[in-house]
């Protein structure tokens, strides 16, 4: 192979990768406890529904009886579209229940699991 191939395969494949990696981290979820739930329950806060995670703020009573604020993310407005949410699902002010994979560093953030609307029925929101 001549030098001149030898830089063009050299030169894609490191425009491949740098292409890539950046990719392969976004949706790493090593931030996140993936091994284990956590149920939450609260009233909902706010609701951005849109890309690449949508996210719904639910203020958590705690055992002291105050509430903290838990940021919750979740999956894309496509991902979640496919499996039967839309924009208005899940409006400020419903009392909501969720299963979500809480922050190693014991923050109240979670990855959404599951999440139980005021209509009762449990689904997916990954």
Known sequence: MNSSKKYFVLA?????TAWLI???GHHSHGNYRMTEYTHLSGTVTEVHWMNPHAWLYVSVPGEDG????????GGG???LTRRGWSE???KVGDKISVRCHQLRDNTN???LG???PPNGEEMMWD
């Open 12 to 16: 894609t494949l490191l425009a491949a």
């Open 22 to 24: 950046p990719a392969w």
């Open 66 to 73: 105050k509430n903290t604020i838990w940021a919750m993310e």
């Open 77 to 79: 407005v496509s991902a």
């Open 88 to 90: 208005d699902s899940i």
């Open 109 to 111: 953030g979670c990855l």
């Open 114 to 116: 599951f999440v139980t």
